[in-house]
């Protein structure tokens, strides 16, 4: 696993959750999944493709989205409301704006498409050059869930082997 593609991530959950609960947040378990994900409860799954390329889901039970949609509105939130999926899809922007902006201030290039409902029991797997990183940050609210699967892209990969070799 290329740590340098996955640790922007780590460190923007991490900030931009300790930011909007102001509070400190622990990481829990984090572990390398081999196999297919499994979703605790509301998730967003954010793809990206470029110079590298992979997805971020974020996982949270409806009772940690509710209590994190309630610190975000300033008011109670109940776990049906519609706004509890709009903020796991604007707690995934933020922490996706975070770690790409790193990973651009190193020089890569890529696309990042909107957050997009998970609603799949079982997720997407790591594959043969792929590893999937699964980490949960525990806060007051609850836990939140990260996947990040990122690898460099082959393709690019290659062209850029060739110019250092040339």
Known sequence: MKMELIQPFINAGDAVLSETLKCSTQI???????????????????TIQGDIEGRVILDLDTKTAAAIAT?????????????????????????????????NDQGFRFKIHPPELHTAEHGINGSEDTEALVMCLDTPAGSVYMNIAMRYNRRRKTERESVVRA
């Open 28 to 46: 829990g378990d984090v572990n390398m999944d081999e196999e297919v994900y499994r979703r605790k409860g509301m998730a967003a799954l954010i």
């Open 71 to 103: 610190a975000l509105m300033g008011s109670p939130v109940a776990e049906t409301d519609s706004a509890v999926q709009e903020t796991i899809f604007e707690l995934s922007n933020l922490i996706i704006g975070n770690a790409v902006t790193t990973l």
